[in-house]
């Protein structure tokens, strides 16, 4: 009998993983190229404060999140998937080019507006993006295929965050970041252009007008359902720490090991590959099947690594100047470091991904898009209570090293869920 191809590379998968993977780096290009204009560029944006605008940037971007969630899930849950998924897609193109023209004008409203624009994109693509999943892959490649989409996103993601931070403050970088987003948006487009059909879940389901309504209703029933509402507290718990650790790399770099931003910007890689890694592998582990195994030890690993970096850097350094990444990779300790945080990561990828599967198993077809834009929501105040969480240590007079070990100490609270989850059988 020849063997199956992968699904990577079949026509049910591919144009979907592609599709996905270049909004994902458009979105984390214009960002990360928007947040260096502002705090690295020589002129300021309609003569604005640089702090004023790097701090409402973020918040602009989520907000669609928290207010659009639920009516972007009841819409995937109501029509079919693959033309709402190409409409998108579309709309992603002429949001890039006009993107691109607020970058030349500078104007803060206009990028602003621009932004907003992309977090509602972002908003109505996310509850299809996974709850398509089911209806492309079998169920023995479920776990795979949750694991191969988030690698794939987060390669996107550090290729684009990095590509935006780079060429921005180059000559004509803005052109340059400019062209790249409109290649991919449209090499998105075209990719989205060959998606196969996706039924609609719930084509007689009534679209509530009321938001307020809405978002209460597809979160109650995410609440209602016990094994619904343990996926969804371990995949806030991965945001929480993802988000937490992002934001901390700079300081944690800084402060406790004296590296530059350079230092810094290698960290954030070495981050993102470990989640790649602990992503990519995910699927063999748990040899197809959608499981809880690999749930405990990846938690307890992420609360030991968490633990580990504050072990590695708890006193901040007092140090003249900042040393360079060819200092860095000269000091001892600096590979204690790095294989601790690739490791910190890549349970952190071995924690999520199984849960992702097990909420698509878990949950009845015709609600799991609203259980995933329940899921948008939660996950986006978690990211805002991680910055809450470090803005309450550090209040107190605590050091990112804290954070660390407080983060370590927290993994331990979700053990009570992580044990329920393993232990239950998927099959």
Not at 132 to 158: C, F, K, M, R
Not at 191 to 197: N, W
Not at 278 to 305: A, M
């Amino acid at each position: 009998m020849p063997e199956r191809k992968h699904f990577l590379f079949t026509r049910r998968f591919a144009p979907h993983f592609i599709s996905m993977a270049a909004s994902a780096f458009d979105d984390c290009l214009l960002r990360s190229a928007l947040v260096t204009l502002i705090t690295f560029g020589t002129a300021k944006i309609d003569g604005i404060d640089t702090s004023m605008l790097v701090t409402v940037t973020m918040g602009i971007y989520v907000l669609p999140f928290l207010v659009f969630s639920s009516l972007a899930g009841e819409i995937s849950e109501k029509y079919e998937k693959s033309s709402l998924m190409k409409k998108i897609r579309l709309a992603e193109v002429v949001l890039v080019f006009l993107m691109a023209a607020s970058f030349i004008t500078k104007s803060a409203g206009l990028i602003m507006f621009m932004l907003f624009m992309m977090g509602v994109k972002s908003t109505f693509y996310g509850p299809m993006k996974f709850s398509v999943l089911p209806q492309y892959l079998n169920e023995d490649e479920l776990v795979e295929g949750n694991g191969v989409l988030s690698a794939g996103t987060n390669v996107a993601i550090l290729v684009g965050t990095i590509c935006g931070g780079v060429f921005t403050m180059l000559d004509g970088g803005l052109m340059i970041v400019s062209v790249l987003a409109i290649i991919s948006a449209v090499g998105g487009y075209a990719a989205s252009r060959s998606l196969p059909e996706a039924p609609a879940a719930a084509p007689d389901m009534r679209i509530d007008p009321n938001i307020a309504r809405s978002t209460w209703k597809i979160v109650s029933f995410a609440f209602a359902d016990r094994l619904i509402l343990y996926s969804l507290m371990g995949i806030l718990f991965f945001y929480f720490i993802g988000s937490l650790m992002l934001a901390q790399i700079p300081l944690y770099t800084k402060i406790m090991i004296g590296g530059d931003q350079n230092v810094s910007t290698f960290l954030f890689v070495v981050f993102s590959l470990g989640t790649v890694a602990g992503s990519s592998v995910c699927g063999k582990i748990l040899s197809g099947r959608v499981s809880g195994r690999s749930l405990l030890p990846s938690l307890i690993g992420i609360s030991v690594f968490c633990a580990a970096l504050f072990a590695e850097g708890h006193t901040p350094v007092d140090a003249p100047t900042l040393f360079g990444i060819g200092e860095f990779f000269g000091m001892p300790f600096s590979y204690i470091i790095i294989a601790t945080i690739f490791l910190l990561s890549f349970c952190g990828a071995l924690y999520s991904v199984p849960l992702y599967a097990i909420q698509q198993k878990v949950t009845p077809s015709q609600h799991l898009s609203r259980t995933i834009a329940a899921l948008n929501i939660i996950t986006t105040l978690g990211m805002i209570a991680a910055t809450l969480f470090a803005g309450v240590i550090y209040a107190v007079g605590l050091t990112v090293g804290d954070v660390m070990l407080a983060t370590g100490i927290l993994a331990l609270v979700f053990m009570p869920v992580t044990l329920r989850l393993a232990k239950e059988k998927y099959e």
